[in-house]
C-alpha cells in the first residue's frame, strides 16, 4: 500500500484522511486554530483507521504543533510528537516525515547539542529526500536557537538561508512560511536587528504578492509589533499588536500574553502607565512580562520593587544574551534611582562581557549607554565617550528612540560642564522625540531645557485639551459604544474607559455623556 492511498475506501460517512487534512490546512491560514486543530484530530483517525501511518504521523505532529506553539501546553506537545514517533517505527520507513519529527523532537528543547544534533540530522534527511519545506523548517529552526543561544551570526545566516528558499519559491507549505517569517521576527526583535527584518520584508514583497499572503501572519504580529515599537515606530506597532488580539480568543493564554507584553511595552513608551499597568495585570509569571513590569516599577518611582524583580530574574538565569542584556540595562537603572552604586557596577561589567562576545549594536550600545551612567553616578571619569558610543550603535542598529534618550543623558552630563553644549543636546533629543510623538520623553528634555533658562513652544499635542487615548475614547462615545463597547475595541477595562469619559466631561466642560456624544457628533475641534 502506498503512502496516501487506503487499503480500503472510507466508510459511509466517513471523509478521507487527505481531505479532512486539506480542510485543517484551509481553516489553519484562515488563522481558525481551534477548527484547523478538530480538523487534524479527525484526518489522524482517518489516516490510522485507513492504515497510513506516514500520515498518521504527520497530523500528529502537527497536532503537537498546535498544542506547544499555539496554547503552550508542551506536555500535549510532548504526548503528540511521541505517538508519531511511534507510527514512524511501525511503519519502519526511512521517509521525509522522520525529519519533521525530529524538528520537533529538537524544538521540545533536551540542550543544545542534542537540538543541534537533531536540527542537523533534520536537514540531511530533507535534502536526501529533497524536501524544500522541511530544509526550511530546519534550517530556520536551527538559526533561532543559535541566535537565542549567543551564536547571533551564525543563527541569523541561517534564517537568511530559509528565507532566501521562500523568496525563491523552494517552499510550498505556507504554514512553513508563515513560521519562518515569525521565527525571523522573533530572533530580531531579541536582537533588536530592525534593519534585517526590514530588508527581507522588502525583498519578500513580491512574493508575498504572488502568493496572496498576508505579509505578517497571525502570530508573527507580536514580534512584528515588538519590532516596529523598538524603531520608534509607535503607530504601526499599534496596528499590529491590536490586530493580534483580535485574532486570537481569550482562551489563547500563550500567544496572547506575547501581545500582551509588547503591547504593554509600547503603552510605556507613549507614557501610558495606567493602560500598561492593566494590560500587564496576571501576566506577573510570563517570560516576556519582566521587561515591561520593570519598566512600570522604574517609572512608578519604585526603583526597589523593580531591582528586586531583576536581580530574581537575572539570578534564575538561561536567558540568551540579549534578554540578559536588556534586563541587565533595566538593573543599572534601577539600581543607580535607588543609590546603590555597587550592584549597578556588577551589572554594568557583565554587560561589557556580554558586548564583547556578540557583534550585535544594539548589545553595544546598552553596554556603553550603561557605562555612561555609572560614570556619571561615581563621578570619577568622563562619561562623555560612552555616550557617544552608544549614540553611534542605536544609530547603527536602527534605534532611533534608544539614540534619542542617550543624547539627553548626554546633555544631562554637561549642564554643570557646559550648559551650551548641553542645550544644543537636549534640543536636539527634543526634537527627535517629537518626531517620534514621545510625548513622556519629550517633557523630559523640555523640562531640562527650561531649567537651563531656554522656553519651548508647546508642540501641537501640548496645545491639545484632551490625551491621545482621551481622544479615542471621545471619538467611539461620539458614535454611540458603551463603556463596555469601547472597553473591548480598545483592550482596557469598562472602569478605565468610564475614568477616561469623567476626564472627558471634566476637560470640555460638558454636563454629560449625551452633550460628550453631540460634541463628537458635531466633529467640534479638541482644544484651543
Not at 478538530?38 to 502537527?62: F, K, M, N, S, V
Not at 503528540?80 to 529538537?106: F, K, M, P
Not at 523640555?446 to 496645545?463: D, E, K, Y
Request: charged fraction near 25%; glycine fraction near 10%; hydrophobic fraction near 45%.
Amino acid at each position: 500500500m502506498s503512502a496516501g492511498e487506503p487499503d480500503d475506501p472510507p466508510g459511509e460517512g466517513r471523509e478521507a484522511g487527505r481531505d479532512l487534512e486539506a480542510r485543517a490546512r484551509t481553516l489553519h491560514l484562515e488563522f481558525d486554530y481551534p477548527g484547523s486543530m478538530r480538523a487534524y484530530d479527525r484526518a489522524y483517525a482517518a489516516y490510522h483507521r485507513e492504515g497510513d501511518l506516514l500520515a498518521a504521523a504527520r497530523a500528529a505532529r502537527t497536532l503537537g504543533w498546535f498544542h506547544g506553539s499555539v496554547y503552550g501546553d508542551w506536555a500535549v506537545f510532548r504526548g503528540w510528537v511521541g505517538r508519531a514517533l511511534s507510527l514512524l517505527e511501525q511503519a519502519g520507513v526511512d521517509s521525509n516525515e522522520h525529519g519533521w519529527v525530529l524538528v520537533a523532537r529538537a524544538q521540545a528543547g533536551g540542550g543544545f547539542d542534542l537540538q543541534q544534533r537533531l536540527y542537523e540530522e533534520a536537514i540531511a534527511t530533507a535534502r536526501r529526500c529533497r524536501d524544500g519545506d522541511l530544509e526550511c523548517e530546519a534550517l530556520a529552526s536551527l538559526g533561532i536557537m543559535l541566535a537565542f543561544s549567543g551564536h547571533v551570526a551564525a543563527g541569523m545566516a541561517r534564517l537568511d538561508e530559509a528565507l532566501a528558499a521562500i523568496c525563491a519559491g523552494e517552499v510550498e507549505d505556507l504554514s512553513v512560511v508563515e513560521g519562518v517569517f515569525c521565527g525571523l521576527f522573533h530572533a530580531c526583535e531579541r536582537t533588536n536587528d530592525v534593519g534585517r527584518a526590514e530588508q527581507w520584508l522588502r525583498a519578500a514583497d513580491d512574493y508575498v504578492r504572488r502568493r496572496g499572503l498576508a505579509a505578517v501572519g497571525g502570530y508573527c504580529r507580536a514580534y512584528y509589533g515588538g519590532i516596529l515599537t523598538a524603531a520608534g515606530r509607535w503607530a504601526e506597532a499599534e496596528a499590529e499588536l491590536t490586530s493580534a488580539l483580535t485574532v486570537f480568543r481569550q482562551d489563547h493564554n500563550q500567544i496572547r500574553g506575547n501581545v500582551l507584553c509588547r503591547l504593554a511595552s509600547l503603552r510605556l513608551h507613549q507614557g501610558r502607565l495606567e493602560e500598561a499597568a492593566e494590560l500587564l495585570s496576571g501576566l506577573d509569571q510570563h517570560e516576556d512580562a519582566v521587561r515591561p513590569l520593570a519598566v512600570l516599577h522604574l517609572l512608578r518611582g519604585e526603583p526597589e520593587v523593580a531591582q528586586d524583580l531583576l536581580e530574581r530574574t537575572l539570578q534564575a538565569g538561561g536567558m540568551e544574551d540579549a534578554a540578559e542584556g536588556a534586563l541587565l540595562a533595566l538593573l543599572v537603572d534601577a539600581a543607580l534611582a535607588a543609590g546603590a552604586v555597587a550592584p549597578a557596577r556588577e551589572a554594568v561589567e557583565r554587560m561589557t562581557s556580554l558586548a564583547q562576545q556578540q557583534s550585535a549594536p544594539f548589545l553595544h550600545g546598552l553596554a556603553a549607554l550603561a557605562r555612561g551612567k555609572l560614570c556619571v553616578a561615581e563621578g570619577v571619569s568622563d562619561p562623555r565617550p560612552c555616550f557617544h558610543q552608544a549614540m553611534r550603535s542605536f544609530a547603527q542598529a536602527r534605534l532611533p528612540v534608544d539614540a534619542a534618550r542617550t543624547q539627553l543623558e548626554l546633555a544631562r552630563a554637561l549642564v554643570s560642564r557646559s550648559p551650551a553644549a548641553a542645550a544644543a543636546q537636549a534640543t536636539a533629543a527634543l526634537e527627535s522625540f517629537e518626531r517620534l510623538r514621545a510625548d513622556r520623553d519629550a517633557g523630559a528634555a523640555a523640562a531640562l531645557l527650561r531649567s537651563l533658562g531656554i522656553g519651548t513652544p508647546p508642540g501641537p499635542r501640548q496645545h491639545s485639551t484632551l490625551t491621545r487615548r482621551e481622544s479615542e475614547v471621545l471619538e467611539l462615545v461620539g458614535r454611540g459604544l458603551s463603556n463596555a463597547q469601547i472597553a473591548e475595541r480598545l483592550f482596557i477595562s469598562p472602569k478605565t474607559v468610564e475614568h477616561h469619559v469623567g476626564r472627558i466631561l471634566a476637560k470640555l466642560g460638558l454636563p454629560s455623556r449625551a452633550r460628550a456624544v453631540a460634541y463628537a457628533a458635531a466633529g467640534s475641534r479638541l482644544g484651543p
